[in-house]
């Protein structure tokens, strides 16, 4: 570079430019998870792996309105918050955003959530009761670069199912499942009927149908066969709310 100076002309030697870091991409994360502790362990761990981590979020409708405010790259979601189900926010967030990576990172591992993780095509799950933070790490870095992450379970839990000829995933239509769910909420006939729009009685026959395929035959025994293979969740009982 040249310069004049009293009328002289001096060439200035600029330092050069650091490769590396001009081609440092600084990643942009959102944390949507309910205990604070967890999340701020998250948000500590981002911060050093050279993440810009937005304020952390601890419900369903706190995640979208501030995911769609700040466009992050990466969203780390817990799967179960107060307000409703984190698959279900997973689901409008790819609809809206498209080029966002979800990480999931829950301790739900039954055979419906990993089912649906597979099924929406999240770009990576990580089991909360196993794993350390070096896996986090992995699969942060997976997601990022574009690559699926799952850690063991996801797949042990697809070929427990393929393997079992009456797991409700195979004998059960989507809609079945959906009564199912219900049921396992202990809601009654009526209940369902006015959800889906059909008669007390036509439900009544649907549960008998789901009963004979599961070859469960009490009410009680049904609940808990739904609450087992994670298509109601205890802790959502009586909570779930429209995000």
């Known amino acids: 570079m040249q310069a004049a100076l009293n009328g002289e002309v001096k060439t200035v030697h600029l330092p050069p430019e650091n490769p590396a870091n001009a081609s440092v991409i600084r990643h942009k994360v959102a944390i949507v998870e309910d205990q604070r502790m967890v999340a701020e362990f998250f948000t500590f761990h981002c911060r050093d792996l050279g993440f810009e981590v937005v304020p952390w979020c601890g419900t369903c409708r706190e995640g979208l309105a501030s995911i769609r405010e700040h466009r ?24 809206d955003l498209p080029q966002m990576k979800i ?9 419906w959530t990993m089912l649906q993780v597979q099924r929406l095509g999240l770009h990576g799950f990580v089991d909360k009761n196993e794993q350390c933070p070096g896996i986090l790490t992995a699969a942060i870095k997976e997601v990022l670069a574009g690559r699926i992450y799952y850690t063991p379970i996801v797949n042990l839990s697809s070929a427990t ?8 995933i195979r004998v059960l239509s ?28 036509t439900v009544q026959s649907r549960r008998r ?4 395929k599961l070859d469960i035959h009490a009410t009680p025994k049904l609940i808990h066969y739904a609450i087992v293979n994670g298509l109601t969740r205890v ?9």
């Open 174 to 201: 989507d809609y079945e499942t959906r009564i199912l769910s219900m049921i396992g909420e202990s809601k009654n006939d009526c209940e369902i009927g006015h959800i889906l729009g059909i008669s007390p009685a």
């Open 161 to 168: 199912i393929r393997r079992d000829p009456k797991a409700f």
């Open 72 to 95: 992050p790259d990466l969203v780390l979601l817990d799967i179960s918050l107060p307000d409703g189900d984190g698959l279900e926010l997973a689901k409008m967030l790819m609809a």
């Open 103 to 111: 990480l999931a990172i829950s301790a739900h591992r039954d055979p």
């Open 209 to 212: 149908d789901i009963m004979s």
């Open 235 to 243: 802790e959502q009982l009586g909570s779930r709310r429209p995000i």
